[in-house]
């Protein structure tokens, strides 16, 4: 299994900040997936970072609210822009396993809290 | 889209076994997954179904029905450890593949 490491872990943010999530992984990957974790749910996928062009958003999100880049195959950034409140959550970074049968490996996770 | 259903919360008794059940409702079947997810911490594969029958792993098991959109996640000769929820995930291939999670179960093990 690939080795995903993210940063920050945790933050506290300004209400209308907008907070950069780094996702860096030890192997090189077509596709890294972006999740949101709130509060006493389960997982949503934002959206998934491809390289060389652009994001593929979910419904329900949009590329202005999180922006993101995946320079390389084994790196990708997620900005949650403008952030209120209901932005408080675990961000995940995720990519599949190597026997392609969909299995997902996650980073540790970002908790960001805005007050 | 998909619909997964599992139960909110369960408990057992540490040395027992336990049964976590996902029912599901997708137009693409293409697997289904368990996840194990302790608190604080990101959630870590456990198994996946893509045939009907049971996959046994160790303590753990999961069973898949794709006519009644069922499986379930057994847990044998239960640990504390095993005190996390489970994540029920389905993908679905008219959704290029990608898995849509259940809500998870929160499994607690007492003594």
């Known amino acids: 299994s690939a080795v995903i490491s993210q940063k920050p872990s945790r933050d506290i943010c300004q209400r209308g900040t907008s907070l950069t999530i780094q996702c860096q992984v030890d192997?090189?990957?077509?596709?890294m997936f972006w999740y949101r974790q709130q509060p006493g749910q389960s997982l949503t996928l934002i959206a998934t970072a491809n390289q060389g062009s652009e994001a593929t958003y979910e419904s329900g999100f949009v590329i202005d609210k999180f922006p993101i880049s995946r320079p390389n195959l084994t790196f990708s950034t997620l900005t949650v822009s403008n952030m209120s409140p209901e932005d408080s959550s675990i961000y995940l970074c995720?990519?599949?396993?190597?026997?392609?049968?969909?299995?997902?490996?996650f980073g540790e996770g970002s908790r960001l809290t805005v007050l | 889209g998909q619909n997964i259903d599992q139960p909110t919360e369960m408990t057992a008794t540490e040395g027992a076994i336990v049964q976590i059940n996902c029912t599901y409702q997708?137009?693409?079947?293409?697997?289904l997954f368990w996840y194990q997810q302790h608190a604080g911490e990101a959630p870590t594969f456990l198994s996946y179904n893509v045939l009907d029958g049971l996959e046994e792993k160790g303590r753990f098991s999961s069973f898949l029905s794709r006519s009644k959109g069922y499986s379930y996640l057994l847990l044998k000769e239960l640990q504390m450890k095993d005190s996390a929820s489970y994540l029920c995930?389905?993908?679905?291939?008219?959704?290029?593949?990608?898995?849509?999670f259940g809500d998870g179960t929160t499994l607690t093990v007492k003594p």
């Open positions: 997708t137009s693409g079947f293409n697997g």
């Open positions: 192997s090189q990957v077509t596709m």
């Open positions: 995930a389905v993908s679905d291939n008219t959704n290029a593949g990608k898995s849509t």
């Open positions: 995720s990519v599949e396993g190597e026997a392609n049968t969909g299995e997902l490996f």
